[in-house]
């Protein structure tokens, strides 16, 4: 038995089983749960990191579930891509994790730590799998596990907010059902390489049925990737959210997008008659207006939570600028954009919930209040993410967002892509400044009573490292982008993925 | 003759009219109702997407030339399982939220008929009394 071969399943086996050893040890023995989860984190972004350097030579590697050949079993895929995500997602869980733990905000709750294990379990299986129904499957187990996480620590607002979000997945969960029944019904196959190479077989009759069916499927992955207009239910949602936990949900918008990657050019790519690239006239004029109106969200936001989800809106929108083109150098530049949109906006919320520990009854308000501790030191990792997000020099942002316009220009819509990022960064710069200049720089009235509390400096850890992460892609970002480009010629290349999932036929 | 198409269709067509127009209601007992008639749609939109046919073989074996789809099947009993986990966890959150916030509105606004001020503190009192 070949373990190197097995290493693809760990990242779906490893949370397996943390979630429940952690649920069962963590009334009794807290440091102990506390252990199996940081321990169940750093085995995924091992073997994360184990499966990237093992896709660097090009090969796509394929994981047949039971042994069951494709397309009768599920298949787990690991490619560029999926093995990027999975990194993501493991350094994601583990800065949510640690801030998590040294706010004390997984005591919240009694189970912070299994439902953050099974959200694990969910992102990485809809990174992994290569079967579009086992996608359904693991979006609505990451969603399961995403519902007791937002409404982690209780409170009103977070359950009023919860409601929507759950009302808004199930009716997106049905929808993404009703698109799988129609495809499959037309092609008779759920895996994705099977069903792109079957599609071109549908009869005349059928075409309108297909273009329905896709479009049904894009609109899911546009609900859960927050494109305007199906923006609505992300900004309360987020806000507020615990923000270890929100902080960990800058990733689930983003698989929205990963689906969007992986399925339009597989199932939908030249041969789907009618549904060929059927997504791409409708999602780059969704994707300018996702901009704008996140950044203009970021401009008019009253507290920094709210910032944060605004800028997660709009970066998202900047990404699908990019993707919405599907080539190669507009993807890998996308993709370049998406790991580094992921890590700023996670820093957002993790800062606003410094600033909110920090000034006792202003919370995180955009509002001059009186001096509070290490004013300085938080004020300057607000700086640093914030330049980050809207894509200054010289953090990673301005990287994504010169790759992105670089990229576009050779598009025909090229115009609307570069208006949309420089007028969001224009209006992202003001809105930024003037949160900073009020929260860090004024100083306001003192408060009835409130007395700003004393923090110790270690809630700084997890943004600091999210930032240092960030500079750390801008320092290697020949090498990040080399990879981006790499993986996107992989994922575009859909008769490769085909011939690697099925076997040469 | 009606066909055994057209009864399926036009039954999940009302699901699907019923469970949207309650889904948009303001109060969360409709809401749930609306999701659960959706979802019912769904379940039976997955089965038919195996085609609708009477007295086959369900297993395929290499005697039998006709037989019913059996992937349809195993997918609404994963699509089944999930929805119905989905709305009892929605019961419950709906539930907590109208014991917190003492308002049984999607969007958390105080109820019409009664002032949410009393209501929350009905609520409040009700929960002192059981502690």
Sequence with gaps: MNLAVHLAIAPIVIPALAAPLALLVMRRRRRLGITISFASCFAMLAAALGLLVQSRDGIIRTYELGDWEAPFGIVLVTDRLATIMLVLAAVMALLALLHAVLTKADRDGWHFHPLLQFQLLGLNGAFLTGDLFNLFVFFEVLLIASYGLMVHGQGSARLKAGVQYVVVNIIGSSLFLIALGLLYALTGTLNMADMGLRIAAIGPDDQWLLRVAALLLVSVFALKAALVPLHLWLPRTYAVATPAVAALFAIMTKVGVYSLIRVVPQVLGDDAGSAAWAPAPYLLPAAVVTAVVGFAGVFVARRLSEQAAYAIIGSTGTLMIAVAAWQVDTLGAALYYLVHSTLAGAALFLIADVVARRRASFSDTISSGPAFCQRQAVGLLFLAAAIATVGLPPLSGFIGKLLIMESVADTASWGWAWTAILLTTLAGVIGFARAGSAVFWKEGPVSDGAEPAHVSRSDMAAPAIAILLLAALSVAAGPATALGNAAAAQVLDAPATARAVLGER | ?131
């Excluded at chain 2, 038919?48 to 073989?57: N, T």
């Excluded at chain 2, 019409?112 to 929960?127: L, Q």
């Design chain 2, 1 to 131: 003759m009606i066909s055994l198409e057209f009864l399926v269709a036009s039954a999940i067509g009302v699901l699907v009219a019923g469970g949207i127009y309650l889904t948009l209601r303001g109060r969360t007992f409709q809401v749930v109702l609306g999701l659960t008639l959706f979802s019912y749609a769904v379940n039976l939109f997955l089965f038919a997407s195996g085609r609708l046919v009477v007295g086959r073989a369900p297993i395929w074996s290499k005697s039998v030339t006709d037989y019913a789809d059996p992937l349809p099947q195993a997918l609404v009993l994963t699509a089944i399982v999930i929805t119905f986990g989905m709305t009892a966890l929605a019961v419950i959150l709906m539930l907590r939220s109208f014991l917190e916030t003492g308002s049984d509105q999607v969007d958390g606004a105080p109820c019409d008929n009664e002032p949410a001020a009393d209501r929350a503190d009905d609520r409040a009192d009700d929960r002192e009394d059981a502690a």
